[in-house]
């Protein structure tokens, strides 16, 4: 599965942004999906996470509040809506797959990775 992150840029502080996740093929279905994202100097974090139906999903405590997970299979797209954008969201932020049935927030579940889209909040 390829999968390519799209819809980062600069913002200001309180703005928001809805990052994109498309895949290559239409089986994107048959996986969760998660966000995880990597700041400068820092190690990579999960975000959020979805199941394959959408019905079920999992938020990192940082962000609970100010950020959506959704899913379009019928578009093999998966969706991070991100509002109340701070300073400290800045990261390059990746989407991954993964075969486990329920949300996890662990990135050793994961198999597939995008590239990452940057985003990039200015105080």
């Known amino acids: 599965v390829q999968l390519q992150a799209s819809g980062g840029g600069l913002v200001q502080a309180g703005g928001s942004l809805r990052l994109s996740c498309a895949a290559s093929?239409?089986?994107?279905?048959?996986?969760?999906l998660g966000w995880f994202r990597q700041a400068p100097g820092k190690e990579r974090e999960f975000v959020a996470a979805?199941?394959?139906?959408?019905?079920?999903?999992l938020y990192a405590d940082s962000v609970t509040g100010r950020i959506t997970i959704s899913r379009d299979n019928a578009k093999n797209t998966v969706f991070l809506q991100i509002s109340s954008l701070e300073p400290e969201d800045t990261a390059v932020y990746y989407c991954?797959?993964?075969?486990?049935?329920?949300?996890?927030?662990?990135?050793?579940?994961?198999?597939?990775w995008g590239q990452g889209t940057l985003v990039t909040v200015s105080s």
């Open positions: 991954a797959t993964t075969a486990r049935i329920i949300p996890t927030l662990d990135a050793g579940d994961y198999d597939y």
């Open positions: 093929e239409s089986s994107l279905s048959t996986y969760g």
């Open positions: 979805v199941s394959r139906s959408g019905r079920a999903t």
